[in-house]
């Protein structure tokens, strides 16, 4: 007769329970894989010497953390919910003479066996799946196919951020096993699922819930009352209101539960036909709340993310031709950049070319401030161009007349010019460094009209307009510097008497013109040359990628000729590389809604198997028990589809209501949101007849 060792014991739970450890395998594999996946993406030395990815490397930074932060809370409610599904197992096994020393051996052995397969199983997927991301991503945004490189820090990343979370999951098994009787272990399965209902808490969380909702909504679309309330500090005081919509919404949904419970309640008829769906809400309360909270969350991030990719690209293509309405721009300044009109034919005519519309506006830089009716006195951050009116209609081929006492300004972003003049305005009239060295200590240390003109002295000219004398119109009437955000600017036209008492100041000249015909590309670099010779430079002026989005504009390195084909092409590398990255993190907490899903029904399956014998032994029907079931699994599948897809639409609204395109973004996202519904209906659709035939109610 074969002795049963400890070794034997361990062996024979691997194996009956083996389809619970490969599903719990799978969850960490998968966690692994993304971190791996993203890791990759993060560290990427090739990559990193790109222009577009250069731009784009603050939002993979911030979508890494929000990665980070999934992979933490994703194993530990897989690892917390393995743990109590598997108390009355572990209740056996101290009823037979197991100690907790022995049953918490055989819980490290097995932990080693699913954290070696989780990590093997991971890194190879994730060596796969990024050598298929990288293809795609070459592919779509033509970039060179030798961009696949894997850093040591992938791994580091990967493998530090999965074993240190579950390493802290053992860590709460060992306590589990320690604290707990042998009853309260071997009833944590059945009362996983239970928890007090508090409707006082749920309710304020509610309340806390819609506030906190409406203040992101409206500190996003720029409300003056929010604005005013959250003050300069809106900047920090956002990401704490995401982070309270995202605590308060827990409760929130608990809440919800409890509402639908007394709601059904009222009408005695409707709840004693779904008494069993009700009450199993109370009796696995807690199991409802939290399921639900995940799957919701991560149906958001994933509808928000592959929404925002979505829109930011369309919005990209949208836009392009508004911000760069030439083919090209020369700015000059000074020595800077200093060639004539006929200079710029003549280069353009030696390369084969030919000019199309050609023309010269002539602007001061300047900083505009507004005082805001019953409000604040502010900066406005857009560039700042005073223009005479003989000037602007030359350029425009207009016939504006503005009086002396009058402002009209021309805004380059469509729908700006649409917001309500509610200010007067301050103008201050100085080189840009001057001007932006007195902007940026204005925005530090904030100060009323009369004040801030004190401080600006006699020394530098101000122009001051009243509310009802300023006008605002829109026109594409230069191109912006920027990237894939663009940078708006703004037309300050203003009387020729007026003008020309700024005489004293330097006047920049731009020359803004289409090419009829050429070789376009040719003749830039040719234009390159010349100036570089212009501004007695070599060939290392404007070789920086930051020259092509400049900020300073009074150096020559940053005075970089403007080409609107380069320019297309990086900005739709960007939002295309976006797009890419944020729609692959999208899909990956997709696949992270379902793979919860597709876990829990698995270890749910012996229980709700249990249930259905009960059920069946008290004269329930097949057709009876099949109508739980499907009003069960309906509440997974479909709840959070409302509970996380309506607030990610609410954000994404806030996101693109900067525009007027606004409702062309939201249809696409709309559209998003409906295939995201498809989807789920037709995995509902498979998953229900595996969980039917695993509990019994469809034969094989």
Request: aromatic share 14%; proline share 2%.
């Amino acid at each position: 007769m074969s002795v049963m060792t400890f070794r034997h014991i361990v062996n024979k739970n691997l194996r009956y329970n083996f389809r619970r450890f490969i599903s719990y395998v799978f969850v960490n594999s998968f966690v692994v894989a993304v971190l791996f996946m993203y890791g990759s993406l993060l560290f990427n030395e090739i990559l990193a010497q790109d222009d577009a990815m250069k731009i784009a490397s603050d939002y993979i930074a911030i979508a890494a953390y929000a990665i980070i932060l999934f992979s933490i809370v994703f194993v530990s409610y897989t690892g917390v919910y393995f743990v109590k599904s598997r108390g009355k197992e572990f209740g056996v096994y101290l009823t037979l003479g197991m100690t907790t020393r022995d049953l918490i051996r055989m819980i490290v052995f097995e932990s080693l066996v699913i954290v070696t397969g989780s990590v093997l199983c991971g890194i190879a997927a994730g060596l796969l799946l990024s050598k298929l991301f990288y293809l795609l991503l070459g592919r779509v945004l033509n970039l060179s196919t030798d961009i696949y490189f894997i850093s040591y820090k992938t791994f580091v990343l990967s493998l530090g951020v999965f074993l240190f979370v579950f390493l802290c999951n053992l860590l709460f098994t060992s306590v589990f096993i320690r604290r707990l009787s042998i009853v309260q272990i071997t009833k944590a399965a059945t009362t996983k699922g239970q928890s007090k209902s508090r409707p006082v808490l749920g309710g304020i969380s509610t309340v806390v819930f819609i506030v906190s909702m409406w203040l992101f909504y409206a500190g996003i679309t720029g409300d003056k009352f929010v604005n005013n309330l959250l003050g300069q500090n809106k900047s920090a005081l956002l990401p704490l209101v995401v982070i309270v919509i995202l605590v308060s919404l827990y409760f929130a949904i608990a809440s919800c539960i409890d509402a639908v419970r007394a709601v059904c309640s009222r009408f005695p008829a409707f709840y004693n036909r779904h008494i069993l769906i009700l009450s199993s809400l109370s009796h696995r309360f807690f199991t409802y709340k939290v399921s639900l909270y995940m799957v919701s969350m991560l149906i958001a991030l994933s509808l928000f993310f592959m929404g925002f990719g979505l829109s930011l690209y369309s919005y990209t293509k949208k836009t392009i031709s508004e911000f760069e309405p030439y083919d090209y721009m020369i700015e000059t300044t000074g020595s800077i950049n200093a060639i004539s009109p006929d200079e710029v034919k003549q280069v353009i005519e030696a390369n084969g070319g030919t000019v199309g519309a050609f023309s010269e506006l002539e602007y001061i830089w300047s900083e505009s401030y507004r005082d805001i009716a019953g409000g604040s006195f502010t900066h406005d951050y857009k560039g700042s161009l005073i223009v005479s009116e003989s000037n602007y209609n030359k350029h425009m081929g207009t016939s504006i007349d503005v009086a002396p006492d009058e402002l009209l300004i021309v805004q380059n972003m469509k729908g700006d010019e649409a917001a309500a003049i509610d200010y007067d305005t301050t103008i201050t009239v100085e080189p840009w460094r001057e001007g932006d060295a007195r902007a940026q200590a204005f925005s530090r240390h904030p100060m009323n009209k009369d004040r801030f003109v004190q401080s600006v002295g006699g020394g530098t000219p101000i122009l001051q307009y009243e509310q009802a004398k300023t006008s605002s119109m829109y026109a594409a009437f230069i191109n912006s510097y920027g990237d894939v955000e663009f940078a708006s600017v703004i037309a300050n036209v203003i009387d020729d008497s007026v003008y020309s008492k700024l005489e004293d100041q330097i006047h920049n000249t731009a020359y803004l013109f289409n090419l009829a015909s050429g070789d376009g590309d040719q003749i830039y670099a040719a234009l390159l040359d010349t100036l570089r010779k212009v501004n007695h430079a070599d060939n290392s002026l404007w070789a920086s990628a930051e020259s092509k989005f400049g900020t300073p504009k009074d150096t020559a390195e940053f005075l970089r000729p403007i080409y609107k084909a380069e320019r297309y092409e990086i900005a739709m590398r960007i939002s295309g590389f976006m797009l890419f990255s944020f729609a692959f993190l999208g899909v990956l907490f997709l696949l992270a809604s379902l793979v919860v899903l597709y876990y829990k029904l698995m270890t749910d399956m012996d229980e709700e198997k249990e249930r259905m014998i009960l059920l069946k032994k008290i004269g329930l029907t097949m057709a009876e028990c099949k109508s739980y079931l499907q009003s069960h699994l309906a509440i997974l599948f479909f709840a959070p589809m409302l509970i996380g897809g309506i607030p990610a639409l609410i954000l994404l609204h806030a996101s693109v209501g900067f525009t007027v395109y606004a409702g062309y973004l939201m249809l696409q996202v709309l559209g998003l949101y409906v295939l995201f519904v498809v989807m789920n209906g037709l995995l509902y659709v498979s998953l229900r007849k595996k969980f039917f035939r695993g509990v019994g109610l469809l034969s094989e």
